[in-house]
């Protein structure tokens, strides 16, 4: 009889220790996010464009681009905290390397961070108060001459949040 209670338990923590990698993935199908486009003049008065996933509410914010290994070039996420504040972000159980926009809610750019490092729990401060923070590839920032600045069309993606 031992042995057989023995079996169950190895059974038991087998079926749990396999179970757990997914836990996360169906976490993740429950949160849904909004879509738009957003258009950003670079401080040499280029436009560039980007699809982008919203994160509007706590649980979107919280799992941003977590757990996700690719994203369209021209694609990006933008979180919305509601509200101009000092954000700061973090990289934890985000594959991506990311370039994040620190943006005001008038559009303004005020602080640019490139090539955020995957994985890293080190916090990554806006340094200033900022209503919306846009995560792109990183080197996209880079490669398109964003920065300190560049000013976010938001006005259709302040609708479609509402």
């Given at each position: 009889m031992f042995g057989f209670l023995i079996s169950i338990f190895r059974m038991s923590a087998l079926v749990a220790l396999f179970s757990l990698?997914?836990?996360?993935?169906?976490?993740a199908d429950d949160i849904t996010f909004g879509?738009?486009?957003l258009s950003i003049r670079t401080t040499d008065g280029r436009q560039v464009s980007f699809s982008v996933e919203l994160a509007i509410d706590d649980s979107q914010r919280?799992?941003?681009l977590m757990h996700r290994k690719t994203m369209p070039a021209d694609h990006g996420m933008l979180f919305d905290f509601g509200e101009q504040r000092l954000v700061t972000m973090w990289?934890?159980?985000?594959?991506?390397?990311?370039?994040m926009l620190f943006i005001d809610?008038?559009?303004v750019t005020r602080h640019v961070r490139e090539n955020a490092v995957p994985y890293s729990e080190d916090?990554?401060?806006s340094g200033g108060e900022v209503r919306?923070?846009?995560e792109l590839n990183a080197g996209t920032v880079r490669r398109l001459g964003i920065g300190v600045g560049s000013r976010a069309e938001l006005a259709d993606l302040k609708k479609a949040a509402n």
């Open positions: 990698p997914y836990a996360g993935v169906f976490a879509k738009g486009h919280m799992r941003g990289m934890k159980n985000t594959v991506l390397p990311l370039d809610e008038d559009g916090l990554i401060s919306y923070v846009l």
